[in-house]
Structure formats: structure tokens, C-alpha cells
């Protein structure tokens, strides 16, 4: 069993609010980690589970409020919360009903996926009592310095990073990517096409890490821009796709405005793009590009929660990979570069002189640290992403 460090925020704010939403992409481990919660009360009190999934635990909710009231001292987890939006309404009376009696915390775990639709709906409804948690896959800190290449190679998705070979992770992550384009999508966003969505997924793995066009993806896909642009909302709504913003810095000087879109896991990079092993993603064009989304999904997952994240880069060439706004500590720019020896061109150093961030890295695929340039620090990931994470005790 992997120690997830997200327990520890779920149980944070199971202590603080009546409803707490645990978030992500399918087969990331909510309901493992719901599951744990419940076998180790964790939380202090008895738990019930119910998956409403099943018919038998959605039939037990026909009156949710008679049901639910009568377990009020309880940890309620219910899985697949969007099998059942009707539910928002009657939980926030419940918790308005509960408040009255000094219940005001720990009532609800809500699990599902990050739908702008169970968004939407359970923030309208729960406005003020219901905090929202993400989990996605696993992360370096979690797996340890040791497996970071495996963790590149085939994602952070737990049955996909376990699998007892690089061919098995390669057959689990091209069904999963099958069972979202076929079933998941359809039931959570508007009805696409699979074979349309496969490709534009595709197409975003090819060019990982650049900037978005909506127009280039338009002619290859024959819709229209503003189709393109749906398609790729709904990705980042399921938490499979990274929009990353350009910094809006305030100098002289023309920035770049389009974002830079990335694939959220590597592993998944690799199998849209037919690479099954570690062989084939080195030799392949997109290795630079997924190195860098790997890091970048890192160190967002170590940082504080109101760190804001762009990268910087003008009409000229000057550019940063990543620029952290640390609350309280400045600017952090980071440099993401594959390899053991890891070179800063004139444009990273043009960039730091247009922002003047408080501290600079280049991260890079070795362990040591050691000073880069005047002011930069050549660092391992697994050591930045643990700085990084240090912020938030």
C-alpha cells in the first residue's frame, strides 16, 4: 500500500466541514482510500458506505433524508455521488439541520468525478459547507526518488505504475483510455464521438507542452474553432489535460497570450502515442515534452494550494518553463530540462532579468544539487518537489 498524501487533507477537512468532495479522474484510488478511511475511523466515528452504483445502496436512498437523518453521527461516503444530483439538496438540509445541533463537521465524504456539471451542482446547493479535495495519481513524493523513471514511463495511475511489466501497464492504461472515450465521457459531458475525441487526445499527446491553436486543431478535426475549445474544456474539467496560463508580467515587452496545454499523466502521453516502453519513449520526439509535463504535474502536487502556476515567454525567445507565485515568498522560476547535464540558454537568463523572481531552478533528471549559473540551482525533481511541499507545514 502507497501512503497517499492526500489522507491527510481529506481528514483536515472532514475536521472543519459538514462536506468534504474527494475529486478526480477514475482509478486514481478515491475509493481505496474512502475504503481505508472507513476500516481505520479515522475520523473518530462510525462510517457508512454506499456506492451508487449499485442498486441495492441507491435503492436505500429512495428517501434520502429519512435515511440519512437517521445516521447522523456517522461518516456517510457516498461513491459515484453523480449518479445521484438530486441528493445535493436534501444533504444541505441535513447539514443546515445538523449545524442546529452542534454537528457542523465530519457528516459527508462525496466521491466522484470532477464534472463541471457535480461542480456546479453541489456548489449551488452547498455552498459554504462542502470543501473540495483533488486526487490524482500518484505523485514522486509518494513512489520515492528510486522509481522515478518508472513513474515517467508509465503515470502516476496506480494499476498502471504496480503492473508486473512495462507490457502489462501498456494494456491497463490503452483500456482505460478506452473505457473513457466509450463510457465515461459520454455519461459525464456532451455525447463526442469517440473516434473524433481519441484523436484530438491524440493530437494534444504529439504536441506535449505546446501552445495551444484552436484554429490548427479545428482544420485537422473538420469542426470549428469554438468546438476545439469545448472539446478541450471538457478534458480539463476531467482533470486530464493541464492548461497552463503565460504569466502576465508588467514589462516592455510583447508576451506570448496563448496557454500551453499538457497531458496531465505521462503514462498516458505514451500510450496515445504507441510507446510501451522506456526504449521507445527515448527515442521518440514527444520525450522532452513529457519530461516536462511530468515535472511540472509534480511540483503543482507538492505546492501550497494558493500557488498560482504559468510560465513566461515573449515574442523574442526569452522563457520559463514554470513560474510558481508562492504566497508570501515571491516568484519561483523553474527551468525543466531532460538529461545529466542540463544547460541554461540566453533565454531563461533574459527572463529572470524581466521578472527577477525571488529564488531559480533547473530541474533535471539527476540527484545532486549544485549551483547552475549566478543565482540558479541545478536540483533533482524529488528534492524540489519535497522543498516545495515543506511550504505547507
Same mark, same amino acid.
Given at each position: 500500500?502507497?501512503?497517499?498524501?492526500?489522507?491527510?487533507?481529506?481528514?483536515?477537512?472532514?475536521?472543519?466541514?459538514?462536506?468534504?468532495?474527494?475529486?478526480?479522474? /477514475?482509478?486514481?484510488?478515491?475509493?481505496?482510500?474512502?475504503?481505508?478511511?472507513? #476500516?481505520?475511523?479515522?475520523?473518530?466515528?462510525?462510517?457508512?458506505?454506499?456506492?451508487?452504483?449499485?442498486?441495492?445502496?441507491? @435503492?436505500?436512498?429512495?428517501?434520502?433524508?429519512?435515511?440519512?437523518?437517521?445516521?447522523?453521527?456517522?461518516?456517510?461516503?457516498?461513491? &459515484?455521488?453523480?449518479?445521484?444530483?438530486?441528493? %445535493?439538496?436534501?444533504? /444541505?438540509?441535513?447539514?443546515?439541520?445538523?449545524?442546529?445541533?452542534?454537528?457542523?463537521?465530519?457528516?459527508?465524504? $462525496?466521491? *466522484?468525478? @470532477?464534472?463541471?456539471?457535480?461542480?456546479?451542482?453541489?456548489?449551488?446547493?452547498?455552498?459554504?459547507?462542502? =470543501?473540495?479535495?483533488?486526487?490524482?495519481?500518484?505523485?514522486?513524493?509518494?513512489?520515492?526518488?528510486?522509481?522515478?523513471?518508472?513513474? !515517467?514511463?508509465?503515470? *502516476?495511475?496506480?494499476?498502471?505504475?504496480?503492473?508486473?511489466?512495462?507490457?502489462?501497464?501498456?494494456? !491497463?492504461?490503452?483500456? %482505460?483510455?478506452?473505457?473513457?472515450?466509450?463510457?465515461?465521457?459520454?455519461?459525464?459531458?456532451?455525447?463526442?464521438?469517440? &473516434?473524433?475525441?481519441?484523436?484530438?487526445?491524440?493530437?494534444?499527446?504529439?504536441?506535449?507542452?505546446?501552445? %495551444?491553436?484552436?484554429?490548427?486543431?479545428?482544420?485537422?478535426?473538420?469542426?470549428?474553432?469554438?468546438?476545439? =475549445?469545448?472539446?478541450?474544456?471538457?478534458?480539463?474539467?476531467?482533470? $486530464?489535460?493541464?492548461?497552463?496560463?503565460?504569466?502576465? =508580467?508588467?514589462?516592455?515587452?510583447?508576451?506570448?497570450?496563448?496557454?500551453?496545454?499538457?497531458?496531465?499523466?505521462s503514462g498516458i502521453v505514451h500510450t496515445?502515442?504507441?510507446?510501451?516502453?522506456?526504449e521507445a519513449v527515448l527515442g521518440?520526439?514527444?520525450?522532452?515534452?513529457? !519530461?516536462?509535463? %511530468?515535472?511540472?504535474?509534480?511540483?503543482?502536487? =507538492? #505546492?501550497?494550494?494558493?500557488?498560482?502556476?504559468?510560465?513566461?515567454?515573449?515574442?523574442?525567445? @526569452?522563457?520559463?518553463?514554470?513560474?510558481?507565485?508562492?504566497?508570501? /515568498?515571491?516568484? !519561483?522560476?523553474?527551468?525543466?530540462?531532460?538529461?545529466?547535464?542540463?544547460?541554461? &540558454?540566453?533565454?531563461?537568463?533574459?527572463? /529572470?532579468?524581466?521578472?527577477?523572481?525571488?529564488?531559480?531552478?533547473?530541474?533535471?533528471?539527476?540527484?545532486?544539487?549544485?549551483?547552475?549559473?549566478?543565482?540558479?540551482?541545478?536540483?533533482?525533481?524529488?528534492?524540489?518537489? *519535497?522543498?516545495?511541499? @515543506?511550504?505547507?507545514?
Amino acid at each position: 500500500m502507497i501512503e497517499r498524501r492526500t489522507l491527510k487533507t481529506i481528514l483536515d477537512r472532514l475536521a472543519q466541514f459538514p462536506a468534504v468532495a474527494l475529486l478526480g479522474p /477514475r482509478q486514481t484510488g478515491k475509493t481505496t482510500l474512502a475504503e481505508r478511511i472507513a #476500516a481505520q475511523a479515522l475520523t473518530g466515528r462510525e462510517t457508512v458506505y454506499l456506492d451508487l452504483e449499485a442498486t441495492a445502496d441507491r @435503492a436505500k436512498l429512495a428517501d434520502p433524508a429519512l435515511y440519512l437523518a437517521a445516521r447522523e453521527d456517522k461518516l456517510v461516503i457516498l461513491d &459515484e455521488i453523480q449518479r445521484a444530483p438530486d441528493l %445535493f439538496h436534501a444533504l /444541505r438540509s441535513l447539514i443546515d439541520s445538523g449545524r442546529r445541533r452542534d454537528r457542523r463537521s465530519g457528516r459527508f465524504l $462525496l466521491l *466522484g468525478p @470532477a464534472s463541471m456539471d457535480l461542480l456546479r451542482q453541489s456548489g449551488e446547493s452547498l455552498a459554504g459547507r462542502i =470543501a473540495y479535495v483533488e486526487l490524482g495519481p500518484l505523485d514522486i513524493l509518494e513512489t520515492g526518488a528510486a522509481d522515478s523513471n518508472t513513474l !515517467w514511463n508509465r503515470g *502516476g495511475f496506480p494499476d498502471s505504475f504496480l503492473a508486473a511489466a512495462d507490457a502489462a501497464s501498456a494494456v !491497463w492504461r490503452e483500456s %482505460f483510455i478506452r473505457t473513457y472515450l466509450e463510457r465515461d465521457i459520454p455519461q459525464l459531458g456532451p455525447r463526442i464521438p469517440a &473516434e473524433i475525441l481519441r484523436r484530438f487526445w491524440t493530437m494534444l499527446a504529439h504536441a506535449q507542452g505546446g501552445l %495551444f491553436n484552436a484554429s490548427q486543431y479545428a482544420r485537422a478535426l473538420a469542426v470549428d474553432g469554438k468546438t476545439v =475549445a469545448s472539446y478541450l474544456d471538457l478534458m480539463v474539467d476531467l482533470l $486530464l489535460i493541464r492548461r497552463l496560463p503565460p504569466l502576465h =508580467a508588467n514589462v516592455r515587452k510583447r508576451l506570448v497570450k496563448s496557454p500551453k496545454v499538457f497531458l496531465r499523466d505521462s503514462g498516458i502521453v505514451h500510450t496515445l502515442l504507441g510507446l510501451d516502453d522506456p526504449e521507445a519513449v527515448l527515442g521518440h520526439p514527444v520525450a522532452g515534452g513529457s !519530461w516536462e509535463g %511530468f515535472v511540472l504535474e509534480n511540483l503543482l502536487k =507538492a #505546492a501550497p494550494d494558493r500557488a498560482r502556476a504559468s510560465f513566461y515567454r515573449t515574442a523574442a525567445g @526569452a522563457e520559463i518553463d514554470l513560474v510558481l507565485e508562492m504566497p508570501g /515568498r515571491g516568484l !519561483w522560476a523553474v527551468e525543466i530540462k531532460r538529461g545529466l547535464a542540463p544547460r541554461l &540558454e540566453r533565454g531563461f537568463h533574459s527572463a /529572470r532579468e524581466d521578472i527577477r523572481p525571488e529564488r531559480s531552478f533547473v530541474v533535471y533528471s539527476g540527484q545532486d544539487r549544485y549551483p547552475a549559473a549566478e543565482g540558479v540551482e541545478a536540483i533533482g525533481l524529488h528534492e524540489l518537489a *519535497g522543498e516545495i511541499r @515543506a511550504l505547507n507545514r
